[in-house]
């Protein structure tokens, strides 16, 4: 049975087919998860409403041949963007799995939607709208396809924004897996003070090289920074190649984005962020061991006792050895495929019980 038609009404949505397998040079190889590349998924392009007035957020549903047995929506990280992670989210729709992503305000085809300069969220203040805008991309997918479980994937700043959507909108999700997240930062509240600071000296639109300096934290002068000063974020050449050629990745955030980012970063480490976290929902928390974004795996483990000591029963620990931070796109992107497509088959079942 083909899923049903989602319905379209007052969107923009244009629809088309996608072969699995199509992966950029250095990414997910050809055929990998679906032998032949035969299996097709099915993609919607559409545009809803921000909850920052007049801004649309650029989206993108995935949808296998039959009908889809969960929804996993995509949360992609700091520059960079959804269709980053097409093949992907095909290779999920070969599972039987629809998949729905959108860009932030500031990334990608949102940026180019609203024509505003990428890395700019809009006026001080937006982290709540970027946690909005995610949970409303959660809201247009289930209007689709109504009745189905949704499971967060998020990557990296995504992260940041899926644990905040989970505290905010607890009983909309079956589950989160986390990926590249970071433990407590010392830097987010003094980050966030000084790109209050530059705002108010040189304007929201402001782009500083010193607050860049803070979000790379030493990594790009790093050992694991790398000939490319890049190297951190994957071992994986022709990915950190494909990464920097990437316009739509190469920018500088804002100012104003600055220190909304720093402001999710405190916000997911606060106290009140485990207590208001379902104990019993169940998260995946993945990253790297040589991923400096992750403290080298010490602050994802961090993030990962404070969970069980506050109570949270059903949460799973990864850690792969000699990955780095982007895991979808690293060496250890096959097993963590694999990892991934188990642990949220577990939340399905789970919740198909429940």
Known sequence: MRAAQPNCTNTKCSEYEAPLGCAPAGQWPAGFFVSGGECMARVQAFSYASAQPGKAVAAWLWLPRGSPKAIIQIVHGMCEYTNRYSTFCEALCG????VC???LLGHGQTARLNRDPLGWFGARGQA???VQDVHRMTAEARRRLPGLPVVLV??????FVGRLCL???PADYAGAALLGTAGPRLDAVPGRWISAQVCRAAGARHVSPLLQGFFAGGRALSPAGGPTGFDWVCGDRGAVRSFLSDPMCNFVYTAAAAEDIFDLMDH??????YRAVPKDLPILL???RDDPVGGWGRGVERVFCALRRTGHTRVTLRLWPGARHELLHDFSRAAVFRC???WIQSVIDTTSKE
């Open 268 to 273: 997911c480490s606060r106290p009140q962020w």
């Open 95 to 98: 599972r039987g799995f629809a």
């Open 128 to 130: 709540r709208t970027l």
């Open 340 to 342: 991934l497509l188990q």
């Open 154 to 159: 998020c990557h990296s700043m995504g992260s």
């Open 167 to 169: 505290a905010l909108y």
């Open 286 to 288: 993945a990253s790297g």
């Open 101 to 103: 992503g959108s860009d």
